[in-house]
């Protein structure tokens, strides 16, 4: 499955070895800018991905417990410049050899997830 028109496709699970508990599991959302880079880029542009957004609104509908993040990039060479695959919001830089996909996984503190998916994109300068 691929995300269209830039939504994200999402995944829902419990972590594994867990009992199903009652709740819902949390929304992740991806925000990412820019959308996309050059093709063959160098690391020379910098992404964030955003994962702020992301709520528990039905279990947790205050925001009064943290949300654990998990990122992971697939595709491409990428360098970390700010942050780390556990932070809500990070800063990376590509190579840009070819499209890369980001997944957001989002837990709650019941062992619930979801997980996000989006394309970043290549663009061919003239």
Known sequence: MRASFGLPILLFGLAAGCEPSPGHPPI?????????IP???GFRTELVLDGTTSADPIDDPDGANPLGYEWKIVGDEVRMAKGDDRSEKITVRFLGERPATV??????????????RMQVQLTVMP
């Open 39 to 41: 093709a063959h880029d």
């Open 103 to 116: 997944f957001l996984t989002v837990s709650d503190d019941t062992g619930l997830f979801t997980t996000a």
């Open 28 to 36: 992740a959302r991806i925000t990412i800018s820019p959308r996309a």
